[in-house]
């Protein structure tokens, strides 16, 4: 069984996990990649065999409602955001696992105790099971 200086160590980890995540910023989910891209004009010098193609075109992609949705990004201060902006989902979604991590680490750590011997525990009705001391809500329809 874990001691309760773990749980308090572990206790600690998630204080520290909840406010990393205050900390981390504007975030956006996504997939960012640079890809280079022949235009398909015949006459063009991309339609060369050692042309690299156009580009490089900054491309974010994300899933929307199942579907795949992408948008594009010049070089600038807007792709630098977006660069920020994704980097920062990847860290918050670290840290999100993280923390489920230690949470079920606490679960598993927290000693059981009996509802009767708890402190918080809601206070009963006071009927015991079987005890139906109301009919079921259901009734016909009138017509």
Do not use: W
Not at 3 to 23: K, P
Request: glycine residues 10%; aromatic residues 2%; hydrophobic residues 30%.
């Amino acid at each position: 069984m874990t001691s309760n200086v773990d749980l308090a160590q572990l206790e600690d980890e998630r204080t520290r996990l909840r406010a990393q995540i205050g900390t981390i910023g504007d975030f956006r989910p996504g997939s960012l990649s640079a890809v280079m891209r022949r235009c398909g004009k015949a006459n063009c010098a991309c339609a060369e065999p050692s042309h690299p193609g156009h580009g490089p075109q900054h491309i974010l992609t994300k899933k929307v409602a199942g579907k795949t949705m992408s948008m594009h990004f010049k070089p600038g201060p807007e792709l630098d955001k977006v660069t920020a902006e994704v980097g920062n989902y990847r860290r918050f979604k670290t840290v999100v696992e993280q923390l489920i991590d230690v949470n079920e680490a606490i679960c598993q750590a927290r000693p059981a105790t009996p509802l009767a011997d708890r402190q918080d525990a809601p206070a009963g009705t006071g009927r015991e099971k079987g005890d139906s001391s109301k009919r079921s809500g259901k009734t016909s329809r009138r017509r």
